[in-house]
Nanobody
Framework: QVQLVESGGGLVQAGGSLRLSCAAS????????MAWFRQAPGKDREFVAA??????TIFQSDSVKGRFTISKTQNTLYLQMNSLKPEDTAVYYC?????????????????WGQGTQVTVSS
């Protein structure tokens, strides 16, 4: 199993920045890709960005390109969020997937963190 713990969420004004972290432990050697998803109230869980564990190939949704940056160190995943908008308000989750290829579907991920709340005020 893989354990994931997110941190770094909070309340920020529109135009501000936050950096989310996700610490991974356990059987991380079985991971192919790590991703960030978000879920706003009443909405489906939405793909934000992903990075392959070993190759570092990055995938991003169009809604965050140019504003959010995904990165990783050996066992920690990051999401640097700049120019935040009220519509970015959501619970943000990190997740891992062991199989190829990368998918943008939440159902394709094996392990999830508990989530961290991001609230952007206008």
């Amino acid at each position: 199993q893989v354990q994931l713990v997110e941190s770094g969420g909070g309340l920020v004004q529109a135009g501000g920045s936050l950096r989310l972290s996700c610490a991974a432990s356990g059987r991380t050697f079985s991971t192919y890709v790590m991703a960030w998803f978000r879920q706003a109230p009443g909405k489906d869980r939405e793909f934000v960005a992903a990075i392959t564990w070993f190759g570092g190939t990055i995938f991003q949704s169009d809604s965050v390109k140019g504003r959010f940056t995904i990165s990783k160190t050996q066992n920690t995943l990051y999401l640097q969020m700049n120019s935040l908008k009220p519509e970015d308000t959501a619970v943000y989750y990190c997740a891992t997937r062991g199989a190829r290829p990368v998918t943008y579907q939440a159902t394709g991920y094996d392990y999830w963190g508990q989530g961290t709340q991001v609230t952007v005020s206008s």
